[in-house]
């Protein structure tokens, strides 16, 4: 949970993430700067219009998807979350994704930069039928010898 987060700029985005819904995406946005560049695994885009296209995305990909903050820390206008998305695969099946949100702020305490590392390969694409062994394959051959 994101209880823990003191500083208010960081707990306000943690808070908003943990909320989100497809019908309150106006209420994360107006904590990013109107030019905010926003940027995953799969996307690198700017703007309200453009960052609210990619969550509205995940809504129609995802089933039920749920942001749950952990940890959070901030020094100066930098920022990192630690977080994880849980939804449920057409399926059935429940899914967690891992990964950390960079965030720079500007002077208004708005998100100027919101930079996603998680890596699709260990939580989507491994997961998946035949996709996943070759992902896997591909992981051992570039893994370090034990």
Known sequence: MSSGISDPRLA???QAYEA???DNL????SLYAEQALFKDPFNEVRGHAAIQRVFAHMFEQLDRP?????HGAVQGDSGFLLWELGFVRSSGQPMHICGTSYLQFDGDGLVATHRDFWDPVEEIFAKVPVLGAVARA????LRAPQ
């Open 26 to 29: 106006p209420a994360l946005l």
């Open 66 to 70: 749920r942001f749950a903050v952990s």
């Open 138 to 141: 591909l992981q051992h051959k």
């Open 12 to 14: 306000r985005l943690a």
């Open 20 to 22: 989100l819904r497809r």
